[in-house]
Structure formats: C-alpha cells, structure tokens
C-alpha cells in the first residue's frame, strides 16, 4: 500500500454522472481504443536480485507487528470506478500542459484511458489517451522525460511493466521497461538520480528492498538496497537531506519509527527516529 497515494474512487453511478460533462468536451482522442502498452514492450531486462549487494541495516529493524494492506491493487482492479489520480507528487500539479498549474486528470480502469482537463484552457479543453489496461496501476505527476510536462505512466502488476507515453510526443510516443514482480510497490515521481526525471522504483515488501532503474542511465542501469521490513509502509518521494535526491525511507507501524537512508551518502548511511505511534498514519508525497 501507498498511503502518500491519495486515491479517491466514486462510486460508478456517481462518477458517471459527474464525469459526463467532461466526456462530451472531449474533441482530441488520438487513439483508438487499442492498447500499444503490451506491444511496446521491451522486456529488456529480469529483474536482478541486486545489482550491488545488500548493505547491512545501519538500524537493525525490529519485527513489524502490522501487515500492509494491499487496498491500492483493489482500487485499481475495480473495473467500474474512476480513479482520481493523486493531486501530490513532484510538482503536485498532474501538469500535463506546462504551464504550473494543475490539470484535472482522471484515469477509467475501465478502459485504461486517461482524461485531462486542461488548465492552460481555463480547463474548457481535454486531453484524452487511452493507456493502460483494467488492474494497471497509474502514476500520476511523474515526468519521465524531463520537459516539465506530466507523462502518462502505468505499471502493470502481472509484468511488473512500466508503459509510459512521453508528453514531448504530445503523448504519441512510448516506451516501457520490465522492473519490478507482481507484489511489489512502484511509485511514481522518484528522483533517486537527481537529474530532473524520474526514475522507475518498486519496493518489494518480502524482503523489503528496493530497486531502482536511473532514467540518468535511459532506465536501463539499476541500483538496489535492502531497507526496510514485511509490514512497513515505504515512502519515496521524501527529500530528508535536501540534495533534491528522493531518500530511501520507510515507516513502521508497528513502533511509529521513521528509518531513512541518505540519499546523500548515496544510500549507505542511515539514521531513525521515533515519531508517530501505530495507527497513525505518515504523510508524504507519493
Ligand atoms: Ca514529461
Ligand atoms: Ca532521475
Ligand atoms: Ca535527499
């Protein structure tokens, strides 16, 4: 689960209803409903058990007393709600058009299709790509290649596939990278390299690592560490040390306990504190 993930789901019969009008505006669908995702996969690579070995824990991690709930897969798989995608990431914005503000953006498990409404356009104006099929994940505000514009992104948990569709092809071109297994947590938005775009990270919650392909590298060199416990809640788009780098940070429930490794001491240091008690719930950028 990503709980820094605000994902709101409306039930059919109310997000059809208020969905309509935005429907009826749409006057610029590129695509027909076929899916590219799967033929445009590159499949270029398994996923390594690690490409650098495992760093001891700098803070040996107590045994969780709390399983993740695995709610965020239910939402996606739910074939007859809209997913909102989430306002918050690196921008916060779901910036599809550029210009810093946000755009109104919902994904339809449904159809895998996106729909943005513009603000450049006083939001009068949509953009609509189908991407991605019905118990994808989306990823919302990530911006893959750089332009400052929002990318259209889905993971798939049967592959553990990343689709994009890049926005400097004003959403026509794609690519896509295998990263990740079936149960693991990718988030959207990751900066680990620091060079403006985001990287392709999943958090595997069996034995709680992380992995990370670098878009410094064209996401096709990865890095891992282990970090984390069966039961914590991994959270990445957290900048502790300030070097514009994402840390690598978890939550126990269990003991409210933050545990992070530095970005700047590029993921071999450590540091926690205890903070927030178990059923609290810790707030961060997804
Ligand atoms: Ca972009
Ligand atoms: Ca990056
Ligand atoms: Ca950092």
Do not use: H
Not at 9 to 21: E, K, N, Q, R, V
Not at 175 to 194: E, M, N
Not at 271 to 279: D, P, T, V
């Amino acid at each position: 689960m990503n709980p820094g993930r605000i994902t709101l789901i409306l039930l059919a019969s109310l997000a059809s209803g208020a969905f309509a009008c935005g429907i009826t505006a749409t006057e610029d669908e590129s695509d027909s409903g076929e899916n590219n995702a799967s033929a445009a996969a590159e499949d270029d690579a398994a996923i390594p058990e690690s490409t650098e070995m495992p760093l001891e824990s700098a803070v040996a991690p107590p045994e969780s007393d709390e399983a993740v709930s695995e709610s965020d897969e239910a939402v996606s798989e739910s074939a007859d709600a809209l997913v909102i995608v989430s306002a918050l990431g690196s921008s916060g914005q779901n910036d599809f058009d550029g210009d810093g503000r946000a755009d109104m953006t919902v994904w339809r498990p449904s159809n895998g299709t996106w729909y943005v409404l513009t603000s450049s356009s006083n939001w009068s104006t949509s953009i609509v790509r189908q991407w991605g099929l019905s118990g994808d994940t989306p990823l919302a505000d990530t911006d893959f290649d750089g332009d400052g514009q929002a990318d259209m992104a889905v993971w798939r948990p049967s592959n553990g596939t990343w689709y994009v569709r890049t926005s400097s092809s004003t959403w026509n071109s794609t690519f896509s990278r295998q990263w990740g297994l079936s149960g693991d947590v990718p988030f959207a938005s990751t900066d680990f390299d620091g060079d403006g775009r985001a990287d392709m990270a999943v958090w595997r919650p069996s034995n709680g690592t992380w992995y990370v392909r670098t878009s410094s590298s064209t996401w096709n060199s990865a890095f891992s560490r282990q970090w984390g416990l069966s039961g914590d809640i991994p959270l990445a788009s957290v900048d502790l040390d300030g070097d514009g780098r994402s840390e690598m940070t978890v939550w126990r429930p269990g003991n409210g306990t933050w545990y992070a490794r530095t970005s700047a001491s590029d993921w071999n240091s450590a540091f926690s504190r205890q903070w927030g008690l178990s059923g609290d719930i810790p707030l961060a950028r997804k």
